[in-house]
């Protein structure tokens, strides 16, 4: 299959490298500043070389946005994720289903903002949206719906943020604070520079409103404004040894529950499946019919969340 890819950060340059991997082709790549459009095939070495090199200008000689009219049978939309009317990502979707093309998104903004208007879109031309990156990376969270059938999960809840799990660990398990913590993750890499996505709740809850709307089956639509929302800069570390001494914890937890959208900081047992450390994630879904299923592993990085944006794109139809 044919990839033009829209973002060459970490996840679309994942995304680029691997391609071939799996037997597509990438024939566009964009950033902000320029494209590489080839419709015999980029090379995505060289390509990313020069942008590694030289700067985002020298991707390539094109117009950013020629890579949407560029020859391809689905679009990869890994641009930052926007609030609000969730643009760029959502013209993006738009240009690509208005040309009956596919679209495999890992932006959240699109989804969780404006998940009728995908839809709309979609029901209208013979292109397929897939999001399954949109939620815990490489975990197979929205597939395992999917073949379950959404009519059949009661809930869904997890730790659904790596940076923040990381800072809440960490404060647990060495008695520190979260300055100082947090402080420890952006050396490392774990945090932004600006955190405030990650810890104030925010990308967690983008996650569960994308559950909410796959697991209402279009019966309404839910978007950030209709979920409660808490962060983890005010937990305190005498509150996590506090739990300690009563054997839990305290997880960053969003949950999606009798159609309610919730994230914060809850109380949950020390050695429960939910106490995960460091970036891991989980999620849990509540079935009609096999109990309680647990799906853990990555929730973030560049070859992690590419492999669930190409294991979407080997379930698009040809």
């Keep these: 299959m044919d990839l033009a890819i829209m973002g060459t950060g970490t996840v679309g340059s994942s995304v680029a490298e691997l391609a071939a991997d799996y037997g597509h082709r990438v024939t566009g790549m964009a950033n902000v500043a320029s494209a590489a459009i080839d419709p015999t095939g980029i ?3 060289a390509a990313l070389d020069r942008q590694n090199i030289e700067g985002e200008a020298a991707l390539g000689d094109a117009d950013p946005d020629a890579v949407l009219d560029a020859d391809y049978d689905a ?3 890994v641009t930052p994720v926007t609030l609000g009317d969730a643009q760029p990502g959502f013209g993006h979707v738009r240009a690509a289903l208005e040309r009956d093309r596919h679209v495999v998104l890992a932006n959240k903004g699109p ?3 404006r998940f009728a208007d995908v839809r709309d879109l979609e029901r209208a031309s013979e292109g ?5 990156a949109t939620v815990a990376g490489a975990i197979p969270v929205l597939s395992t719906i999917e073949d379950y059938s959404p009519a059949t999960i ?3 809840r997890g730790v659904l943020n790596g940076t ?7 404060m647990a398990a ?3 604070g979260y300055d100082h913590v947090l402080a420890e993750a952006q050396d490392l890499g774990v945090a932004e520079t600006d955190p405030a996505f990650d810890v104030e709740g925010t990308d967690a809850a983008l996650k ?4 909410a709307n796959v697991l209402a089956e279009c019966e309404r639509t839910y978007t950030l404004d209709d979920a409660t929302v808490e962060g983890i800069k005010s937990v305190p570390g005498s509150a996590l040894d506090l739990a300690s001494e009563d054997g839990r914890t305290i997880r960053l937890i969003g949950e999606v529950v009798d159609g309610e959208v919730r994230v914060g900081p809850r109380l949950v047992p020390e050695h429960s499946e939910l106490a995960v450390t460091g970036t891991t994630n989980i999620v849990q879904l509540d079935t009609d019919n096999a109990g309680r299923l647990n799906l853990s592993g990555r929730g973030a990085g560049g070859p992690e969340t590419a492999s669930a944006i190409l294991a979407d794109v080997e379930r698009l139809p040809n």
């Design 43 to 45: 090379d995505v070495k």
């Design 75 to 77: 679009l990869v939309e």
């Design 111 to 113: 989804m969780a903002e």
């Design 128 to 132: 397929e949206v897939r999001f399954e």
């Design 154 to 156: 009661q809930a869904a």
């Design 164 to 170: 923040a799990n990381f800072i809440l660990s960490r």
């Design 174 to 176: 060495e008695g520190l």
């Design 208 to 211: 569960c409103v994308i559950l």
